[in-house]
């Protein structure tokens, strides 16, 4: 319901940063000849509508908060992509390795405008909370991707060390915002009440900790096949996640000895690469990095069960939560 | 009015993107210390005021409009810049030189984020409406900078060159949105009837075009110590503007010998660069420029005396058309 929507709407732009966009989506290749199979889970428009009807309305009430979501989502890793140098997403080269780097910036403002007028041109009563919730959410979102570029600069031990609450604050940020928004957006469309909005929110962006936690797991122990990504890629570009900052505040010896292998200069070699993934395991890192996913998924569901939500789909909502971070049984 | 406001907003942003946008802006250095002297010329927010106040409002009604309007222009500075490899801007180093490439994308998102978080967040009954104008304008941004870059790659004669009509709707977009923005958001802000937001944006848009023309010119003869670019930039970069496209439309003996030296192979000496710019001057591009330019002046002109204005302000409207462009007596 909400991917023909969001075609047609993506297909009215103009035809260059559509066929970037739809390179991002997934929908084509470089070129834009079409392409067949999965364009992600689709899991941000999923709470969206499970939101809406959660809250008493048709499915329907939420496709345009829907929309928008899978939109700013689809900016924030045409940008992300930019600025965090990641050359490849989902086994193809990243669209700033694609068509350059000034065209993917153009191809993300254009999808943020794109969603910004999708929700203003909402029609009914809610359209402008929802702006509102969207306009504020993305600015946590830019703050959260700031977070996460300056945590680059910053020493593993010691003074200005980044500490877990800190990172996982960003994660809030980062990755919580967007999931956080789908949720509100649709609760919000579908009128529900304030607490509602509130609690649905507040789940998703619980949620977006989650799978951020696990995301940075498969970051350094997950199949490249699956994950797209290479393995051992968050160690070798340094970059701090969970897992190894759980590591490093674990205080066993295994902690230092990471800390004194990522404080070295020079790249990482696989059998160093490969050590500091054993260290990491062995100070708990990897442990407490599913823990926390764990314990975030357990607060989404207090979230959702603390206020009055249709059963039917409340209890779709519930059974989203693992599946979204890859945590179901 | 509107610059308190406006400093405020940005230095409510996260320490780093607001650095980085208050370096945008002109109010700071690298680094984050003040910096005395002007920060442009304020068009655009003093479009947004008399328009509002030719509306029969009181100048305090636009000062969201105004805000959101400057956000978004240096939001479209600071990604433009990056699009078109523009190094230098207002004689010191762009923000994408100054910070980095993905921090200046960064900080150029948080200023989108703002803008429509400033308009949603606007009280009274037309923030609605404001937010569905300013998405829809910076969708017409976009798709204008999209068609400049586009330009780039196509040929100077022949079949797939740039005909003048299309450059001038390029320019309706790129830079003839954000100025009808202007002038829409105030009037809209101050609940002006549609038929006056309307031709109020009309003639935010022939400005537009008339400082496009007149920027294009000065981008070819202008003084680099007032213009703050390096003297023939444009032609070394061999970039598509008006003076030229219209002297290589002109069909004179000068126009095919621009055709040539452009056409060439390597870059342009500084010979080859006076040169050419005589013969875009000889083949009557720089006069096709200037009066295009004064062509759009009297459109912008006529729409604002084709509906009823507080006579006041709009006398100040009429003299700021040529302000805007440097046509000013």
Redesign the interface.
């Known amino acids: 319901m909400v991917e023909p929507a969001l075609r047609a709407r993506v297909g009215g732009?103009?035809a260059?940063?559509a066929e970037m966009a739809g390179y991002a989506f997934g929908w084509c290749e470089q070129g834009g000849e079409p392409r067949a199979g999965s364009s992600g889970k689709g899991v941000r428009q999923a709470l969206a509508v499970l939101c809406a009807e959660a809250a008493g309305a048709p499915a329907e009430a939420a496709v345009d908060g829907a929309m928008a979501v899978e939109l700013v989502h689809t900016f924030s890793l045409l940008?992300d992509d930019?600025?965090?140098?990641d050359e490849t997403r989902r086994q193809r080269p990243a669209a700033w390795k694609a068509y350059g780097?000034?065209?993917a910036?153009?191809a993300?403002?254009?999808l943020?405008?794109?969603a910004?007028?999708v929700l203003?041109?909402s029609p009914g009563p809610h359209?402008?909370a929802a702006?509102?919730r969207?306009?504020?959410d993305?600015?946590d979102?830019?703050?959260g991707?700031?977070?996460d570029?300056?945590f680059e600069e910053r020493p593993w031990t010691g003074p200005g060390a980044v500490e877990v609450g800190a990172y996982l604050r960003m994660a809030e940020h980062k990755t919580g915002a967007l999931l956080g928004c789908a949720a509100a957006l649709g609760a919000l469309l579908a009128g529900a009440p304030a607490a509602t909005v509130d609690a649905l929110a507040t789940a998703g962006r619980q949620l977006g900790v989650a799978f951020q936690a696990v995301d940075d797991v498969l970051g350094l122990w997950g199949d490249p096949v699956v994950t797209g990504k290479p393995v051992h890629g968050d160690l070798r570009r340094r970059k701090k996640t969970l897992p190894v900052l759980a590591a490093l505040a674990a205080g066993v010896p295994a902690s230092r000895r990471l800390a004194a292998l990522l404080s070295g200069a020079g790249p990482l070699e696989e059998a160093a690469l490969r050590e500091a993934a054993g260290l990491v395991e062995e100070a708990g890192g990897r442990a407490a990095a599913m823990a926390e996913a764990d314990a975030r998924l357990d607060r989404a569901r207090a979230c959702l069960r603390g206020v009055p939500l249709a059963p039917e789909p409340a209890g779709r909502l519930l059974a989203l939560l693992p599946y979204v971070v890859g945590r179901a049984g």
């Open positions: 732009m103009h260059w940063p940008h930019i600025m965090d140098g780097t000034g065209p910036v153009l993300g403002d254009a943020f405008a794109l910004f007028e203003a041109g359209g402008g702006v509102r969207l306009s504020r993305m600015a979102l830019v703050d991707q700031a977070e570029l300056l």
